[in-house]
């Protein structure tokens, strides 16, 4: 499964200002997805303490994004997690460099540095 070439399965969003935001529909498309697919400065989310996807927020040129960019990618982990009907949800981000893999850990199961808790509504943008 080492393999570069196996692309994660994954829901894509799309924000304003040319943010990708995808988010793994499994426990080894989650770990394609933050081991594999996120590059370094790209930002990571997932609902704190509970499951759900893993969410990577990318942009094309590397790009800094605002804090509404921020929270709409937290609130879509949020809404691909077991809160998605909860009223506010506290989600971990960290760059996805300090996302790593404890040796034998089961998919989908990863450790992080450096992570801010953003409160959200689970939400999906607008199309």
Aim: hydrophobic letters at 35%; one cysteine or more.
């Amino acid at each position: 499964m080492r393999g570069k070439n196996i692309q994660p399965d994954c829901w894509r969003y799309e924000l304003p200002n040319g943010w990708e935001v995808l988010a793994g529909k499994t426990d080894i498309d989650n770990d394609l997805l933050s081991l594999q697919t996120a590059q370094a400065n790209d930002l990571w989310f997932h609902a704190h303490g509970l499951p759900g996807s893993h969410v990577i927020l990318h942009h094309p040129d590397g790009g800094k994004p605002d804090n509404g960019t921020l929270k709409a990618a937290a609130a879509i982990a949020a809404w691909h997690s077991k809160a998605r009907n909860a009223g506010i949800v506290p989600v971990n981000c960290t760059e996805a460099k300090h996302v790593g893999k404890p040796r034998g850990a089961k998919p989908g199961s990863v450790t992080i540095k450096r992570e801010k808790t953003i409160k959200v509504r689970p939400a999906l943008p607008e199309s």
